[in-house]
């Protein structure tokens, strides 16, 4: 029997989602450059002319690969303003971050390298400046949380609470096994998310 329409963009998004994924751990250990189409399709365990059928290149790669990332911090974002109280949103956004660095440490070190590029790395730095203006419009999103919180500034304190848990999010990728990633995810929830 035929495969369904839906199978089939099922099948589909699995093997670009692997394909995703082989590129962010050659990126992480080779470079970007380093890295070749040849690299990513073996280590994905697919063909050269499978991955050229979903991306023509290297750089259109990274920049699905960037999408991607948009798409989720968008989504989370979403999921956070759809809840009632601006305390259950940044709970949202606490427990989403953090939850997520737990299963992927590695994808949360590719990203965050990816925003440090050199300028003069036209090619690596454009993608990193996408994700530095999507979190910039999501800050502002943040900033209206603490606001409607009851933040005497909220600017500042968004600001406060991103870098607390960005170091939280940074701590858990480099040193997995011996961070206490519950009890810092209780500690900046009772910090930043009473009312």
Known sequence: MPRTQE??????QQAKAKIREAA???FMRKGYHATSIDDVSKHAGVSKGLLYNYYKGKEELL????EARIGELIQVMEKAEALETPAEQLKHIVEGAVDNVRRS???????LHLQTQPEADETVAKYGKLLIEESARQFQIQCRMFEKLGASDPVARSLYFSSALQGIML?????????????????????FCQV
Do not use: C, H
């Not at 440490?105 to 990203?111: A, H, L, M």
């Not at 990633?181 to 209780?186: D, F, H, I, P």
């Open 7 to 12: 199978e089939n963009e099922r099948i589909r």
């Open 24 to 26: 962010i751990e050659l």
């Open 171 to 191: 701590m858990i990728s480099t040193y997995p096994d011996q961070f206490l990633v519950e009890a810092m995810k209780r500690q900046i929830i009772e910090d």
């Open 63 to 66: 920049g699905a690969m960037v």
């Open 105 to 111: 440490p590695e994808v949360f070190r590719f990203y």
